[in-house]
């Protein structure tokens, strides 16, 4: 594998640290990315260069100190971060989570052996080529999530691995293997005790994998699991949710950012629950407010009946317009698309209202009416009622009553103050 694509920065790295007589390779993740035909999304070297000895190769480039006891500097070149972590061993998880000590090594294949999965445990580098001591390449073609060592062991020493697995299996289609899919379900418990945020990482990637359907059936429990309050039931349900949503954009070719993929995953996954609950199991992983209420807002207005009965198409999706931003209509529709509340049709019409009318440059917020308080104001409006009033003024021209015109606007305020 000669014709092995890495970037400038990164050949760079290799490079600056071979020419200072240290082994470097590219390592987990973007080699399995690479060889599946997939873009990594960044790159990791792993080199036998201790940390002190990595900062003195790069003395004269941009690098941050990331994580020196863990033996990671990054470097950071023509808008790449590249981590460059020193080979190590791990020492004992005495609390599941964290090693107690890592110890640096010489040896690349010890900081193979440390790796989780026999594909994640691929170094390459354009001198040695692929090194795959742990039949990666044949565990890749098997379509295959084999743990490195013992699975129960591999668990054992850090629980998070047990979600990795399913979140690898979601994300490249793979399935784990026999052992690897016991030692899922044996050592489940263990999830317990993972970090949060950890957990959080790993469930967002593997909801938003192309396989997540398959797994969420496959391991109802253990979602469940670490979502106390979530029913398997409910877990394996989001499978079905998940494919509509995804056939629907599909037909329709409707395109989605990652984040609001994200939070309509997770309204998805919590659909059934109450939004007491809902904010409770979102609360418990950590998120960032913003993600937080991604979330909730999706499920507010995406379970709530009065969103659109009885009002026109148009002037309900300008009520969500305003609500959440000019994406949100689509966001909803989505929503009640995939949990089946709303026909595909009426999904459609919804996303191409706010479409046409995000073109039409519609107004659905005060910032965006023809008049300013400060207009009405010599009219002889203050205080509370300058505020209904222009609230009662952009009702009208949301419903269509009023044009967004500055004269327009005046002649009607003035008449409700007269009338
Ligand atoms: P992604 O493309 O999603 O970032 P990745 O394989 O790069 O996938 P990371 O979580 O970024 O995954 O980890 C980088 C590499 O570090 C992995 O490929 C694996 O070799 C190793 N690794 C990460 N987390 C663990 C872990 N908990 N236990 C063992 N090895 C791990
Ligand atoms: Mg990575």
Redesign the pocket.
Known sequence: MNNFFIPAPVLFALDRLHGAGYHAYV????V??FLMGRT???Y?VTTSAKPEQTLAVFADCRVVETGLQHGTVTLVRDGMNIEITTYRV?GVYLDGRHPEQVTFTDDLAED?C????TV??MAYSPEAGVIDYHDGLADMKNRVISC?GNAEQ?FS??G??IL?AL??SS?LDFTPDEECSAGVRTLAPLLDKISRERIY?ELT?LLGGIAAPRILRGYPDIIARILPGLTEASAEQTAGRIERLRKFRETYEIPLDKKAADALHYALLFADADAKLCRRLMQSLKPSRDELSAVESVQKYGNAPETFAEKPLDYAVKLLMKAGGDDFPKRIALYRQALGTMDDRTAQEVIRTAEELREAGACVRLAELAVTGGELMPLGFAGPALGKTLNALLDRVMRGELANEREILLNAAEKERNG
């Open positions: 390592v987990g993740g973007c399995r990315d990594p999304g960044d990791d791990d193979l440390r790796r989780d999965f994640n445990a490195v591999r020493e850090d998070l691995r990795r979140r690898f994300v990482v990637k």
